[in-house]
């Protein structure tokens, strides 16, 4: 029988990785997407459009129960992952009932709905939880691993640790088959261009084609554990295959400064970051983390994950993408300004 999967989160950056991933074996694949004024599925257009979509788009929030747990009736899913969430750190601090609601009691609301159908109809549902790093926060121990205490730093870290604290208990409490995910930094060309790395690919490459004079950043001395999402989707899948639910940490551990990733970011693209960074305080946060750095030796050796794209990779991808996105923006600001010329 075709297993079926529900994806909240799926117009984001893993969601995308994560539907190709789940088409590619097979599954049939429904995402949760918000209504906006915009359409909001560029990430997924590949997957959506044609005669016969890939993957099949259903409205709905992680601030409305009732919508949540009708969608769950109507798909009755194997497999749930749980991806939704106001996943911006700098902009929890500006809208923390906000990010509340829907990153903490929203993984509440979704799991209340599964609760009630898998009580009902007696099949399991498998739910993934996306947990952060951002739990560890301020952290108690380095490198990070599944035991070491959270201490968040930020209104999206505190609920984090809710979401994570009330998936466990809802395993240990209801015999969900739940795991939690504790994902370190994860990247891609298809990075939201309000995160640091794509922020300073995209710049770069702006720069390199005359189309933008300087890039104003925040802390560059901020340490992280960046790796590819492409290769973290494939975790999320594989602790949803073990026969019990657990949590794990994904990480490559690494260490890389903010400014390490300017200085490969413009060198690839034969600039000196030095010359075109400039520092501007609005980018600083009330409260900093300062360093992540994963140990994913238990997600190595039970789930048998391996990353396939190294750090010095991902960063060559990102800027190589972000290149020749610029290109294509020139070009078609070209296109207009002839015509215009024409017009006139
Ligand atoms: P992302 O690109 O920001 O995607 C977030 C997704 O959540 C989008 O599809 C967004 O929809 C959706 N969403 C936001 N508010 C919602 C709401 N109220 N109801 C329903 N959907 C809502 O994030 P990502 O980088 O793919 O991360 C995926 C998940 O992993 C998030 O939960 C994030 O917090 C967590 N995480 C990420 C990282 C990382 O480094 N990327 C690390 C650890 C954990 P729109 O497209 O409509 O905005
Ligand atoms: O910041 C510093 C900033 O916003 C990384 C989310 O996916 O990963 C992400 O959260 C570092 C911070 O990611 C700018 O202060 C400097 O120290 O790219 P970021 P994040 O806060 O680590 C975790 C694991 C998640 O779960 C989140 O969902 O870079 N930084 N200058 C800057 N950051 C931004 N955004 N913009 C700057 O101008």
Redesign the pocket.
């Known amino acids: 029988m075709q297993r079926r999967a529900l994806i909240t989160g799926v117009t984001g950056?893993d969601g995308s990785y994560l539907a190709e991933l789940l088409v590619s074996k097979g599954y049939a694949v429904h995402g949760l997407r918000r209504r906006s004024s915009t359409f909001g599925t560029e990430r997924i257009e590949h997957l959506i459009r044609g005669n016969e979509p890939c993957v099949h788009l259903h409205y709905g929030d992680l601030s409305d129960a009732s919508g949540l747990a009708r969608l769950i009736r109507q798909i009755r899913p194997h497999e749930v992952y749980n991806l939704a969430?106001q996943?911006?750190?700098?902009v929890s601090f500006d809208q923390p009932a906000y990010t509340a609601d829907v990153t903490a009691v929203g993984t509440l609301r979704l799991l209340e709905a599964l609760r009630d159908v898998q009580d009902d109809t007696g099949e399991q549902i498998r739910f993934y939880q996306?947990s952060?790093?951002?739990m560890f926060g301020k952290v108690v121990e380095t490198p990070q691993k599944e035991t070491t205490p959270f201490y968040p730093r930020?209104p999206?870290?505190v609920a984090?640790v809710y979401a994570h604290w009330i998936t466990v208990n809802y395993r240990e409490s209801y015999d969900l088959h739940a795991s939690c995910g504790i994902?370190?930094?994860?990247?891609s060309p298809r990075?939201?261009e309000?995160?640091?790395?794509?922020?300073i690919t995209r710049a770069a490459a702006r720069i390199k084609l005359g189309m933008q004079d300087k890039l104003?950043?925040?802390?560059?001395d901020?340490?992280?554990d960046w790796g590819f999402a492409g290769d973290y989707v494939e975790a999320m899948w594989l602790m949803l295959q073990q026969p019990t639910a657990d949590d794990y940490v994904v990480a490559m551990n690494e260490l890389h400064t903010?400014r390490e990733f300017c200085e490969l970011s413009f060198g690839r693209l034969g600039l000196d970051y030095n010359d075109f960074v400039e520092i501007?305080p609005r980018?600083?946060?009330p409260a900093?983390?300062?360093l992540?750095l994963g140990d994913a030796t238990k997600g190595r050796t039970k789930l048998g994950w391996t990353p396939r794209v190294s750090f010095q990779e991902l960063v060559e991808m990102m800027v190589d993408s972000d290149l020749e996105l610029a290109r294509r923006e020139r070009g078609l600001a070209g296109t207009s300004a002839s015509l215009d010329r024409m017009a006139a």
């Open positions: 950056q969430a996943s911006h750190v700098r996306a952060s790093s951002e930020s999206y870290g984090k994902l370190f930094n994860h990247e990075r939201g309000t995160f640091v790395t794509r922020k104003y950043l925040g802390n560059l901020a340490q992280r903010v501007d980018y600083f946060r900093e983390v300062d992540l």
